[in-house]
């Protein structure tokens, strides 16, 4: 039987990296998979770093390479590169709402059972762990750096435009509700039509 491929990692393929990226994308995959597995088992606070590199059997100073801290484990992954590129590559007629949902709900829709399970994981531990949450607002402006440039690129402004804020604002805080809404309601499954509510509501312009 074929090993079983990772969304992040289909997604990765269709975006074309090379080699070197894809082994960096198994590798932070492993680490975090083991963290995760740690967390659930032995609690967040008891998991220590070292325990983590010896169940993903890497070197303690691997894992730093990739997660600078233990809050990253939880807070970082590889699809704010992987939405970027799909963003870019689609249509230019799109809005650039419209764009980023057909890629969310793309990226979504082939999601693993497990990556599903690993997706409930980390959203529990940002909503429980006080570090992760005060930690989040950083994470979330990473990703927003990176939709603002696909946006940019497909409107032809700069990053900083203002409108180019605004609209990636919106959108990152959309997303934020959307996957919360579906954990405090135990409904991670549904996170694909409640993603979906969430941006058309923003394509219809906020109608409230």
């Known amino acids: 039987m074929a090993p079983t491929t990772s969304a992040a990692e289909r997604s990765a393929r269709r975006a074309a990296p090379g080699l070197r990226e894809r082994k960096k994308i198994k590798t932070r995959r492993a680490i975090r998979q083991a963290a995760y597995r740690l967390f659930v088992e032995q609690g967040y606070d008891a998991t220590p770093v070292d325990r983590i590199a010896e ?79 005060a930690r989040m607002g950083e994470g979330l402006a990473t990703t927003g750096a990176a939709l603002g440039e696909a946006m940019a690129d497909r409107s032809g402004r700069a990053p900083d435009d203002f409108e180019v804020r605004v609209v990636v604002g919106a959108i990152l805080g959309a997303l934020q509700e959307a996957v919360f809404h579906c954990l405090d309601h135990r409904r991670v499954e549904d996170m694909e039509d409640t993603v979906d509510r969430a941006l058309a509501l923003l394509s219809r312009g906020l109608p409230l």
């Open 55 to 133: 169940a993903a059997e890497v070197s303690v100073s691997t894992v730093f390479r990739y997660f600078p801290t233990k809050e990253d484990l939880v807070l970082t992954d590889e699809y704010d590169v992987i939405i970027a590129a799909a963003i870019r590559a689609r249509p230019l007629d799109e809005s650039p709402v419209a764009a980023l949902r057909r890629v969310i709900l793309d990226l979504l829709g082939r999601f693993t059972a497990a990556e599903r399970k690993e997706l409930r994981t980390r959203l529990t531990l940002v909503r429980g762990i006080p570090a992760l949450r």
